[in-house]
């Protein structure tokens, strides 16, 4: 089973009715002990990064969700849940998660796209990503899929971290991490047949991890 975090930051039934439609089961919980049992986690999120940690920080949900990951539990971010893993963001001037070193910004509305005009903020669309280092949450994911995004702000983590980017404006990392810890700038669960591949793959990953236990 895998655990949907419930944090009110919307999204969660969107990313369960995906995984259903994949036959994963899953829950979408707030509950420490059934996130515990889970074979891994999965951290999505829509609106601000203040307002998403007050709510982890007030439920005590930061401190599960870190404990989580020190457990070497599998963790996959989406959208805010991909940006509040980091040390900083940008959005409310809010000191987030510090799990994997880097910041949040704001997109620049002076950058241009590839037409001359400048950027319409947020972002909002299907784009394609470049893989930067071979990751297996990317396996059977072809160069030519698109991905859905929709976002004010984009994650600067260190250069180590980096895993795919996405081009608008400027050149943004859209998926960092590392093996068994994942984050996602743009909507896995309304990517089409290319996100449920990525959905798939975590699955694959959290019952590979759990055997090896």
């Not at 919980?29 to 829509?46: E, H, N, Q, S």
């Not at 280092?133 to 160069?143: H, N, R, T, Y």
Request: negative net charge; glycine residues 8%; contains cysteine.
């Amino acid at each position: 089973m895998l655990a949907i975090l419930d944090y009110k930051a919307g999204n969660q039934t969107s990313v369960s009715r995906a995984l259903n439609y994949l036959g994963i089961e899953n829950v979408i919980t707030a509950d420490p002990k059934v996130i515990d049992r889970a074979r891994g986690l999965i951290f999505p999120g829509v609106g601000a990064a203040g307002q998403a940690m007050r709510e982890l920080t007030e439920t005590g949900l930061s401190d599960v969700l870190k404990e989580q990951v020190w457990k070497e539990k599998p963790l996959l971010g989406i959208c805010v849940g991909c940006q509040i893993l980091l040390d900083y963001s940008e959005e409310n001037d809010t000191r987030t998660l510090g799990i994997v070193p880097g910041q949040c910004a704001l997109f620049n509305r002076a950058w241009k796209d590839e037409d001359g005009e400048p950027i319409k903020v947020p972002h909002m669309g299907w784009n394609r990503i470049a893989k930067v280092m071979d990751s297996s949450i990317l396996a059977g994911v072809e160069p030519e899929a698109e991905f859905y995004f929709v976002h004010s702000y984009y994650p600067v983590p260190k250069d180590e971290f980096v895993i795919a980017t996405t081009t608008y404006g400027v050149e943004f990392c859209s998926v960092h991490g590392r093996e068994g810890l994942w984050a996602f700038q743009f909507h896995i669960e309304k990517s089409g047949r290319p996100g449920l591949r990525i959905l798939m793959n975590f699955a694959d990953y959290c019952k590979e991890a759990r055997r090896a236990q």
